[in-house]
């Protein structure tokens, strides 16, 4: 790809991250708003909820918008509605089973922990409520569709919003002096909003160019290479997914407390995260755009992007270390001061990961997921042992190392791959 396709896709991300880094501080300050009004283990509880509630969503729900991104775009270019409407439907089907499923798997996984303990009586009714958030979670098609349309900007500002609204409602019930209950219907409503705002904006396209939406079975898909892609990419989610477990795991071996301050210190360092998501999610449907059309150089315009999302958490790690101990106290209090060690860490995470969201784009483009798959279990695994360590020796600074060494392993495995591909090609 030439200069100007590099250029198009960097504003292309920079439309995206745009509105993503409104509703990044938003998060933040919505956090920050709950830690102030709650105590820490009641803040504890709700993360606790939040993460439980938010990997059962990613495990068990499907990714459809990558099945939208890889068959959508020849229905588009031929101007095929007809196809373009099956297809649609299809990924509705398989967004409202994955729903349905992890509201179901979710519910049955409180009332085991009910059963034996895990869960008590003062938590259940959290975690339920948040599990409940789930049946919200049907936008796969609707993110792959405005991609496909390339409606960055559309997608930048879904959900923003919403979370300036979460910070303001937050903020009243603060100063309400509300209850602990007033908190967790705010949070949860406002997550089980957020992904239907793109649905919304996806129909408007439908309806605009008049897509009729069927439940056909779609002509352009090769059922058994979906399947195959769906099991290797899910299989990838989970494994990610599972690192956020560690939050419910400080929450059971160890406090609540501990889990809220693990939150709070995550966030700080790895909040831009949520702003360098879009290099991967840009850069995904251009390199199979790339791959369609045999381009010789698509390994080495992975790499330039990779670079790029490097050298911009770089930056961030190193001017966000000299303010950390000032804001962590300005933004949560000083009781979360003990985060600032923690948050230097995973600020130290952050460029690693970066890297490894862009790498692992590139090998996905090129049906390199088994490889994407391996190398996170091979690094995942290995951390949620080291976390369960960490926990029972009632040690968070064990933890949050673990996370920069799994970090780094992951890169390195991914970099190891990519060399690998780039040699075969």
Same mark, same amino acid.
């Given at each position: 790809?030439?200069?100007?396709?590099?250029?198009?896709?960097?504003?292309?991300?920079?439309?995206?991250?745009?509105?993503?880094?409104?509703?990044?501080?938003?998060?933040?300050?919505?956090?920050?708003?709950?830690?102030?009004?709650?105590?820490?283990?009641?803040?504890?509880?709700?993360?606790? *909820?939040?993460?439980?509630?938010?990997?059962?969503?990613?495990?068990?729900?499907?990714?459809?918008?990558?099945?939208?991104?890889?068959?959508?775009?020849?229905? +588009?270019?031929?101007?095929?509605?007809?196809?373009?409407?099956?297809?649609?439907?299809?990924?509705?089907?398989?967004?409202?089973?994955?729903?349905?499923?992890?509201?179901?798997?979710?519910?049955?996984?409180?009332?085991? %922990?009910?059963?034996?303990?895990?869960?008590?009586?003062?938590?259940?009714? +959290?975690?339920? +409520?948040?599990?409940?958030?789930?049946?919200?979670?049907?936008?796969?098609?609707?993110?792959?569709? $405005?991609?496909?349309? =390339?409606?960055?900007?559309?997608?930048? *500002?879904?959900?923003?919003?919403?979370?300036?609204?979460?910070?303001?409602?937050?903020?009243?019930?603060?100063? $309400?002096?509300?209850?602990?209950?007033?908190?967790? !219907?705010?949070? !949860?409503?406002?997550?089980?909003?957020?992904?239907?705002?793109?649905?919304?904006?996806?129909?408007?396209?439908?309806?605009?160019?008049?897509?009729?939406?069927?439940?056909?079975?779609? &002509? &352009?898909?090769?059922? *058994? =290479?979906?399947?195959?892609?769906?099991?290797? &990419?899910?299989?990838?989610?989970?494994?990610?997914?599972?690192?956020?477990?560690?939050?419910?795991?400080?929450?059971?071996?160890?406090?609540?407390?501990?889990?809220?301050?693990?939150?709070?210190?995550?966030?700080?360092?790895?909040?831009?995260?949520?702003?360098?998501?879009?290099?991967?999610?840009?850069?995904?449907?251009?390199?199979?755009?790339?791959?369609?059309?045999?381009?010789?150089?698509?390994?080495?315009?992975?790499?330039?992007?990779?670079?790029?999302?490097?050298?911009? !958490?770089?930056?961030?790690?190193?001017?966000?270390? %000299?303010?950390?101990? %000032?804001?962590?106290?300005?933004?949560?209090?000083? =009781?979360?001061?003990?985060? &600032? +060690?923690?948050?230097?860490?995973? $600020?130290?995470?952050?460029?690693?990961?970066?890297?490894?969201?862009?790498?692992?784009?590139?090998?996905?483009?090129?049906?390199?997921?088994?490889?994407?798959?391996?190398?996170? !279990?091979?690094?995942?695994?290995?951390?949620?042992?080291?976390?369960?360590?960490?926990? $029972?020796?009632?040690?968070?600074?064990?933890?949050?190392?673990?996370?920069?060494?799994?970090?780094?392993?992951?890169?390195?495995?991914?970099?190891?791959?990519?060399?690998?591909?780039?040699?075969?090609?």
């Amino acid at each position: 790809m030439d200069g100007s396709g590099f250029r198009k896709l960097v504003t292309s991300v920079l439309a995206l991250s745009a509105g993503t880094a409104g509703g990044a501080l938003a998060g933040l300050a919505a956090l920050a708003v709950t830690a102030r009004a709650l105590d820490p283990d009641q803040l504890g509880t709700i993360v606790m *909820a939040q993460a439980y509630a938010a990997v059962v969503g990613r495990v068990f729900g499907f990714s459809s918008w990558q099945i939208m991104v890889r068959h959508g775009r020849p229905p +588009i270019s031929q101007h095929d509605r007809v196809e373009l409407g099956r297809l649609v439907g299809y990924c509705v089907r398989l967004d409202a089973l994955g729903a349905l499923s992890s509201v179901v798997v979710s519910l049955v996984g409180v009332s085991v %922990f009910f059963v034996f303990d895990i869960v008590d009586v003062f938590s259940a009714p +959290i975690f339920v +409520i948040f599990c409940l958030t789930l049946a919200g979670k049907i936008s796969g098609w609707a993110v792959g569709l $405005l991609r496909l349309h =390339e409606r960055f900007a559309a997608v930048a *500002a879904q959900g923003v919003s919403v979370q300036f609204i979460r910070v303001a409602m937050l903020s009243v019930a603060w100063a $309400l002096n509300a209850g602990l209950y007033w908190f967790v !219907a705010i949070w !949860a409503v406002t997550l089980f909003v957020t992904p239907l705002t793109s649905v919304f904006l996806a129909l408007r396209i439908c309806r605009s160019s008049n897509v009729p939406l069927s439940f056909s079975r779609p &002509t &352009t898909i090769d059922f *058994a =290479e979906a399947f195959k892609l769906f099991l290797h &990419t899910n299989y990838h989610v989970a494994l990610t997914s599972m690192r956020d477990l560690d939050v419910f795991i400080l929450g059971t071996l160890m406090t609540p407390a501990a889990s809220g301050l693990h939150r709070v210190a995550r966030d700080i360092g790895l909040k831009p995260l949520q702003i360098l998501n879009h290099i991967p999610l840009v850069l995904y449907p251009v390199l199979m755009r790339q791959r369609r059309q045999q381009s010789p150089d698509t390994v080495s315009f992975g790499l330039r992007v990779t670079l790029l999302g490097l050298g911009i !958490a770089s930056i961030y790690s190193l001017c966000m270390a %000299f303010f950390i101990g %000032f804001i962590v106290v300005w933004l949560f209090g000083s =009781e979360y001061a003990p985060a &600032t +060690i923690l948050a230097l860490i995973f $600020l130290a995470a952050l460029p690693l990961e970066a890297a490894s969201k862009s790498l692992g784009a590139v090998l996905m483009a090129d049906d390199k997921s088994q490889a994407l798959a391996r190398s996170t !279990a091979a690094a995942t695994v290995p951390y949620l042992c080291l976390v369960v360590i960490g926990a $029972l020796a009632q040690n968070l600074s064990i933890v949050v190392f673990s996370y920069f060494a799994q970090a780094a392993f992951q890169l390195a495995l991914l970099a190891w791959a990519y060399r690998r591909q780039g040699k075969a090609s």
